[in-house]
């Protein structure tokens, strides 16, 4: 375990899936900052890789391993944080698992499907357990930032696109079920890989919206979710089609103006975790689907599917019990 540098102990972030694609860069920006990163990855090694192949300075990372498809790890995983001796101020919900080739569904070790495993029930737990030590922060001004996605908002442009299968988890049949086989889909009906993934985000922003309502009042904690943008070529398009992987892409650069770099992914998620103009506890944040030419964000309004107060007592209270919480 690396130990953390004894310089500016209220800056201290935690990045998931910061081993590649926006959550690498989001650890650049923030170390830019002046921020300590734990960069919480599947595989400590490529993330040395990642971080020694931009020139992150070793003295401003902490590696340490997150598989967020096992609850034990992701408990592991807390007590490593906590052995550090330092409170974060700041936990990005960056990472997530995308497999839409998938005939049947994979399964996390607890039984679960492995998207909303990964997603969301993992960083559920994650959120959960490490309150108090952000509550325990030095810093004033602490911050959970989710990463959403516009194919879970019908409000945005992109998300007014008819896709098949878009995001809706039903009456949340699968979830009370407890996700057991042969049940792998939120609202209780055949699997559909892509659906999955984007059933999963969804619950991150229902979460971020709720985690607000349940606790910004009483801790002072910012809670607060964005879309950046449409990163079209970041690695978690990897276990799609190679066409895919191609033409997309281009597709955003040349015809929706919806691209946005990795980079500037990053850049945009350290915004929401650092900066003084991003402190609105409750805000899901945009820069417009097809990008504003003023280059700032706004509060983008969700959809109802997003919103929906009942529906979110009930998501919080059926990922409590699967993860092992009292509600």
């Given at each position: ?18 081993s ?104 559920f ?9 952000l ?14 996605t ?140 097809r ?31 699967l ?5």
């Open positions: 375990m690396t130990p953390v540098p004894p310089l500016e102990p209220e800056r201290l972030a935690i990045v998931t899936g910061a590649s694609g926006v959550g690498l860069w989001t650890t650049r920006a923030l170390v830019e900052r002046g921020w300590i990163v734990v960069m919480a990855c599947r595989d400590t090694a490529k993330a040395r890789a990642a971080a020694e192949g931009l020139g992150l300075p070793s003295d401003r990372l902490v590696i340490l391993p997150l598989d967020l498809s096992d609850l034990e790890r992701v408990r592991l995983f807390v007590a490593d944080v906590r052995a550090l001796g330092r409170p974060p101020a700041a936990l990005v919900i960056n990472a997530a698992v995308y497999k839409p080739l998938l005939k049947q569904p994979e399964r996390s070790p607890q039984g679960y499907e492995l998207s909303m495993a990964t997603n969301h029930l993992g960083h737990l994650l959120t959960r357990l490490l309150l108090d030590d509550i325990a922060s030095p810093r004033d001004d602490k911050r959970v930032v989710t990463l959403g516009v194919t879970a908002n019908s409000k945005e442009l992109g998300g007014k696109i008819p896709i098949p299968a878009p995001a809706d988890l039903g009456d949340l049949a699968g979830f009370a079920a407890g996700f057991q086989a042969p049940l792998a889909m939120a609202d209780g009906k055949p699997f559909k890989p892509g659906k999955a993934y984007k059933d999963s985000k969804l619950c991150n922003m229902i979460t971020s919206r709720e985690l607000h309502r349940r606790f910004h009042a009483d801790t002072g904690i910012t809670f607060s979710s964005l879309y950046p943008g449409c990163v079209a070529d970041t690695p978690l398009f990897r276990h799609s089609l190679p066409v895919f992987q191609k033409v997309f892409p281009w597709f955003q650069k040349t015809i929706t103006g919806g691209y946005v770099s990795q980079e500037l992914a990053g850049e945009r998620v350290a915004q929401v975790v650092a900066d003084r103009d991003f402190a609105a506890s409750g805000a899901h944040w945009s820069w417009g689907n990008q504003r030419e003023d280059g700032r964000q706004f509060i983008q309004e969700l959809s109802e599917k997003a919103s929906d107060q009942v529906t979110a007592e009930r998501v919080w209270d059926l990922s409590s019990r993860v092992g919480l009292a509600a």
